[in-house]
């Protein structure tokens, strides 16, 4: 098997366990809710595999970049861009801060989930933008 694959194999690996966690955190919004905050049950572990997924597809993306020259497609700008705003918002989702209501962290996930369905099209469709 050739390095670019294996990167690429990680890479997709990093994405998939990151949206089970994506999906997996955004349950505790919406069960087991303590004085208006989420679930507290898992959320050390939570954030472990979630750091350590979006760790992992920043440094398989970077490698892949360095990989292929740093030629991309026009849709890529638009991917990063949707990436930072998906990071942004989940900081801002999930920052432990007692005054945020649960209906801005509600929101917050809601713009991460756009961002994160976004992402998703534009690597599955790949535009092309004339």
């Known amino acids: 098997m050739d390095l670019h694959l294996l990167v690429k194999i990680i890479h997709m690996t990093s994405v998939s366990v ?6 997996a955190r955004a349950l505790t919004l919406f069960r087991g809710i303590q004085n208006d905050q989420p679930n ?19 440094l398989t993306g970077v490698i892949l970049l360095f990989m292929n020259n740093f030629q991309v497609q026009p849709w890529f700008y638009a991917k990063i861009v949707l990436f930072l705003v998906l990071i942004s918002s989940l900081i801002k989702t999930w920052r432990k801060d007692d005054t945020i209501l649960l209906a801005q962290r509600r ?15 534009l690597v599955i469709i790949k535009p092309v933008f004339n």
Request: positive net charge; charged residues 0%.
């Open 18 to 23: 990151a949206i089970i966690v994506f999906l």
């Open 40 to 58: 507290p049950k898992g959320w050390v572990a939570y954030v472990a595999v979630q750091h350590l997924s979006y760790t992992l597809i920043v």
């Open 107 to 121: 929101a917050g996930l809601f713009v991460s989930a756009v961002a994160l369905i976004a992402i998703i099209s």
